[in-house]
């Protein structure tokens, strides 16, 4: 018997309230080879390639792993990301330096994400305004996988947010982590519903006539003409993404997900007794970026967790009263490292929970024979080593995800001789299948990629 198959960009759609609308699918059995490891048409399975941002670096002395290689063992700051079992979906690099830094925020925002030197535009009181000079590496990326009709998909690039930005007047560099050129930032979508109705076609209708609704109201004609010709596991898979879509939709309050225009100020998880809902916004945020990726809305993403100088006020830790850029600055550094600033300490550990979970999501939603984080290749990093001291050397960086089998993972690598940051972005770059020869410019340039994470 001939084999049922279903292209890849298949969509549901139909008519919500006046509004038409799309339901993406996610990756079917129908959809693959017969190993599982290749789409029907000989096609390779999609990579996604993502940055995940946290601002004003770590606590060196509870984050540089104990050995290097296969057999590392990780400090406190880590910890949660071994906890969620993700010990093999990342690498630890440690040794890095900006080769770019002569002011630690805006050299360490640009320098890790363009490779270059930021665009200076002025000054304001004791420091400077700047703008990236050349677009971030996402849109480095999204340049690639635009071009090329096979890989093309519905949205360029998604930006997501999660602490919303604090105010600062030192530029773009400060506010934005996904850009074009000078000036010409991707702005980061802070209110979940927004990110939803934006990927899943909900258009503005009526709230009284779609008040106990859902998207997939609108496309059931579609759904029970589809489940005949799959295979039983499909129909598996179908019924869980629609409550995986479902579930989304009852999180940001139902019937408020039915329409996005206008926004009613609750859709945006905002302040309970003046204390952001940190941990409530990353689990949905993350939700919905492993769909839009399951479903192949997107092949580029961002997550700006908190902007670079963040001024996030971390409320769910003792004693937190101002920002954490602040915090950094004020909290008291004892002579032993491994016990000094204990609030910024804990403020990066919770950090670290919300990147684990997120990776985890990623990791927890089937792609073909894997899952979405299997198939991504992910930049996780900060704009300082460390925000007490505001260093560029040292610097932050996990590489996550497999990207498709091209990149290792529980491996700590460690340059010893203060090596570009750029490094690991050719490695990246390398391994998502980017044909660059080399990233960054100056003396951010690097075309050296770190063979010990390729496979």
């Known amino acids: ?79 949660p990301l071994i906890d969620a079992g993700l010990r093999e979906w990342f690498n630890p690099l440690t040794g890095l330096e900006i080769k770019t830094a002569t002011h630690p925020h805006h050299s360490g925002m640009t320098g890790i994400l363009t490779g270059a030197r930021y665009q200076q535009l002025g000054t304001t009181r004791d420091t400077i305004v700047t703008t990236f000079a050349r677009q971030s590496i996402d849109q480095y990326v999204a340049d690639h996988v635009m071009a090329n009709e096979a890989t093309r998909t519905p949205f360029r690039s998604l930006e997501a947010g999660v602490c919303r930005f604090h105010g600062t007047d030192e530029g773009t560099t400060f506010q934005h982590l996904s850009h074009n050129g000078p000036n010409n930032p991707n702005q ?98 993350s939700d919905i970026i492993a769909l839009a ?88 990093t900060t704009e300082l080593s460390e925000g007490y001291s505001h260093t560029n050397d040292e610097y932050p960086i996990l590489l996550a995800g497999r990207a498709g089998g091209a990149l290792r993972g529980g491996v700590h690598w460690r340059s010893g001789s203060r090596e570009n940051t750029s490094r690991a972005l050719i490695t990246l770059l390398r391994a998502f299948g980017h044909p660059a020869a080399s990233y960054g410019v100056a003396e951010g340039a690097s075309n050296a990629p770190i063979s010990e994470l390729l496979v």
């Not at 995940?52 to 509870?62: C, I, K, T």
């Not at 009852?250 to 997900?257: N, Q, V, Y």
């Not at 915090?327 to 004892?334: G, I, K």
């Open 188 to 285: 980061s979508e802070y209110n979940p519903l927004t990110l939803y109705n934006r990927l899943f076609g909900m258009g503005a209708a009526p709230q009284a006539a779609v008040a106990r609704q859902s998207v997939l109201t609108a496309v059931q004609s579609e759904i029970r003409a589809l489940q005949p010709g799959v295979s039983a596991a499909d129909r598996t898979r179908l019924e869980q993404h629609f409550e995986s879509v479902r579930a989304i939709e009852l999180r940001l309050g139902a019937p408020s997900a039915a329409c996005s225009a206008p926004v009613r100020p609750l859709d945006g998880y905002p302040d309970l007794m003046g204390q952001e809902q940190i941990a409530q916004k990353n689990q949905v945020v």
């Open 293 to 380: 990726l399951a479903c192949d809305l997107t092949r580029v993403f961002s997550v700006q967790f908190s902007t670079c100088g963040a001024g996030t006020v971390f409320w769910m830790v003792p004693g937190f009263r101002s920002g954490m850029h602040q915090t950094c600055h004020d909290e008291r550094a004892s002579a032993d490292p491994a016990t000094q600033q204990p609030m910024v300490h804990a403020a990066t550990t919770f950090t670290m929970q919300q990147l684990a979970y997120f990776l985890a999501k990623l990791r927890d939603t089937p792609d073909g024979a894997n899952n979405v984080l299997h198939n991504s290749a992910i930049l996780c």
């Open 1 to 79: 018997m001939k084999r049922f198959r279903l292209d890849r960009r298949t969509l549901l759609k139909g008519i919500f309230g006046a509004s038409a609308v799309s339901v993406a699918l996610p990756l079917l059995e129908c959809m693959l080879d017969a190993n599982g490891e290749a789409l029907a048409q000989g096609r390779p399975l999609p990579k996604r390639f993502g940055v995940w941002f946290w601002g004003n670096g770590v606590r060196r002395a509870h984050w540089t792993p104990n050995g290097v290689g296969a057999g590392w063992a990780p400090r406190a700051e880590m910890q």
